[in-house]
T-cell receptor, first 114, second 110 residues
């Protein structure tokens, strides 16, 4: 069974530029999560989707971050404009649904903002 | 929300030694997972263990839900066990987002 796929794996941009990350969850998984992991810390949830609806985006900085999961499968996370403090690893995870709790993580995208 | 604390923050072991990592959580949970983050940043699922005991090779985990803690045991440690170990918990359902602890950084030396 294929795992969670993410791309790109690495991205370097200048502040005020925009960037987008892509995630393809495990086939059949209805719930998709985006986490942000700053160096030296544990991952922190940014947004959670159930199919193509948002369940929790309370920690998403909505003035600059946006995410969508239009067909209930793939998802994209966008930052516009980027700030230095957005440098982090962005992790995508999926689970079968909100009642099946085990989450599986992708390899992450390491973003450096200069 | 749930608070998750891990100890110790850092651990250095000689190859072959055993260790115990602890995770305390502040509320009842429906999900408790242990992860190993390797040097490339990949989070690898070790255990899904909201209660009870599980074993997988040299690793085992125990969660005592009534006392709100979980333990991860590593026996006969190897250099490939090095990395950061995270405990994460959630209440499940619409509150299924995982809250992570700050991790235990393990270094296994020859």
């Amino acid at each position: 069974e294929a795992g969670v796929a993410q791309s790109p794996r690495y991205k370097i941009i200048e502040k005020r530029q925009s960037v987008a990350f892509w995630c393809n969850p495990i086939s059949g998984h209805a719930t998709l999560y985006w986490y942000q992991q700053i160096l030296g810390q544990g991952p922190k949830l940014l947004i959670q989707f159930q199919n193509n609806g948002v369940v929790d985006d309370s920690q998403l900085p909505k003035d600059r971050f946006s995410a969508e999961r239009l067909k209930g499968v793939d998802s994209t996370l966008k930052i516009q404009p980027a700030k230095l403090e957005d440098s982090a690893v962005y992790l995508c995870a999926s689970s079968l649904d909100v009642r099946a709790y085990e989450q599986y993580f992708g390899p992450g995208t390491r973003l450096t903002v200069t | 929300g749930i608070q998750v604390e891990q100890s110790p923050p850092d651990l250095i072991l000689q190859e072959g030694a055993n260790s115990t990592l602890r995770c305390n959580f502040s509320d009842s949970v429906n999900n408790l997972q242990w992860f190993h983050q390797n040097p490339w940043g990949q989070l690898i699922n070790l255990f899904y263990i909201p209660s009870g005991t599980k074993q997988n090779g040299r690793l085992s985990a125990t969660t005592v839900a009534t006392e709100r803690y979980s333990l991860l045991y590593i026996s006969s440690s190897q250099t490939t066990d090095s990395g950061v170990y995270f405990c994460a918990a959630s209440k499940g359902g619409t509150a299924s987002k995982l809250t992570f602890g700050t991790g235990t950084r393990l270094q296994v030396t020859l």
